[in-house]
């Protein structure tokens, strides 16, 4: 039931309730009157019987015209009763009746308006179930493309990878090349390029000359930054450079806890002197950054010696952040001259940390919502 039709019905009820109560009003007053009379006509059989017994028919005779009278105004005061009753009910059924009028013209106006905004509904609503038809062919048209700039990404990527490979293929090339070079060349030849600063002062520092074993182990360090993540990447190459300590003479060789290491990657130490290192393995020059995380760790442990390995070079401005805080860099000839103390054992387990297959946790899977 709607809330028009309640409040419709609710004012039938209303209608019918003051109607019955008119009615049983009315009954009730005919029915007092009715009871008055009925025992006006009993007193007065009563007082004729009376009467007869009397001696004084006069004295009685005027009390029961006086006593007809009173029941005359009686009965007419109840006539204007009933006339008052009757009047007001008519009344109370005019107005009634003209609310009831009133009530339904409302109504018929408020069902007018109610088709007329459904109508407009139904039209917003076939509006946007197009547009959504709409959306939902853009929609599509996005995903074929999104496809297709992934497949265009993947070829991309794949494309990248290929010239990467390539280049690093010939930089390894050349830089074992310029390696075999530098150390055929004569130590006495190289003294008057020792006073130009780069990369021919750290080719001419390294005295032993690395055998094929250790110019494969370089590759495949290299290689690791390459093929591996940067977390998985530097946890191999802290196992390496352990190694490779040890190797070269350095005792309590120890690794940070990844999490919070502070910048430090390995503690060592050597001639009763401590070493706070930090190990960088980048397919390119590394930066001040390192520099700045190995000299902000040693402000903590406080070692003697604070020292940022890579297996590549450090650029300029590492070089000069490294003098003034009092880091020492270990570049890639330092690195290879440690690793030529290597024994074939140790250059084995140094390649087998490298060879690992990296370990990768499930992707999760990815739930398009239509």
């Not at 070089?319 to 001259?337: D, G, I, P």
């Not at 690992?356 to 999760?364: D, H, S």
Request: neutral net charge; proline residues 2%; aromatic residues 6%.
């Amino acid at each position: 039931m709607s809330p028009l039709q309640a409040i419709l019905f609710l004012v039938i009820v209303l209608f019918e309730a003051l109607s019955l109560y008119h009615s049983i009003l009315h009954k009730q007053k005919e029915e007092n009157l009715k009871k008055e009379i009925s025992r006006l006509k009993k007193e007065v059989s009563r007082l004729q019987a009376s009467v007869k017994k009397i001696p004084d028919m006069e004295q009685l005779q005027n009390e029961v015209a006086v006593f007809s009278e009173t029941l005359d105004e009686k009965m007419q005061e109840a006539d204007g009763i009933t006339e008052k009753i009757s009047q007001e009910i008519q009344q109370a059924e005019t107005e009634i009746t003209q609310k009831i009028s009133d009530f339904d013209a409302y109504l018929s106006s408020l069902k007018a308006k109610l088709k007329e905004k459904q109508n407009v509904l139904d039209m917003d609503l076939n509006y946007m179930n197009k547009r959504i038809g709409l959306y939902q062919a853009e929609r599509d048209d996005f995903k074929n493309l999104l496809l297709k700039c992934e497949q265009q990404k993947s070829e991309l990527e794949s494309a990248v990878q290929a010239s990467r490979n390539d280049i690093l293929a010939c930089y390894y090339d050349i830089q074992e090349k310029l390696e075999k070079l530098n150390a055929a060349v004569p130590e006495a030849e190289q003294t008057d390029s020792e006073k130009n600063h780069g990369s021919r002062i750290r080719k001419s520092s390294l005295k032993v000359k690395p055998d094929a074993d250790v110019l494969n182990l370089l590759k495949m360090i290299d290689g690791m930054s390459q093929r591996l993540t940067k977390k998985e990447t530097g946890i191999r190459f802290e196992k390496i450079m352990c190694i490779v300590l040890k190797a070269n003479g350095f005792r309590s060789v120890e690794t940070t806890i990844n999490s919070n290491d502070d910048g430090i990657d390995i503690f060592a130490e050597r001639n009763h002197l401590s070493f706070a290192i930090q190990c960088k393995c980048y397919l390119g020059d590394v930066d001040k950054k390192a520099i700045q995380e190995v000299a902000s760790g040693n402000l903590k442990y406080q070692k003697d010696h604070a020292v940022a390995v890579t297996n590549r070079h450090f650029n300029s401005y590492a070089r000069h952040l490294a003098q003034e805080v009092n880091v020492e860099l270990w570049e890639r000839e330092q690195l290879t001259r440690m690793l030529c103390r290597l024994s074939e054992e140790e250059i084995a387990k140094c390649a087998s940390v490298c060879a690992k297959p990296e370990f990768r946790t499930a992707k999760p899977v990815k739930i398009s919502r239509n």
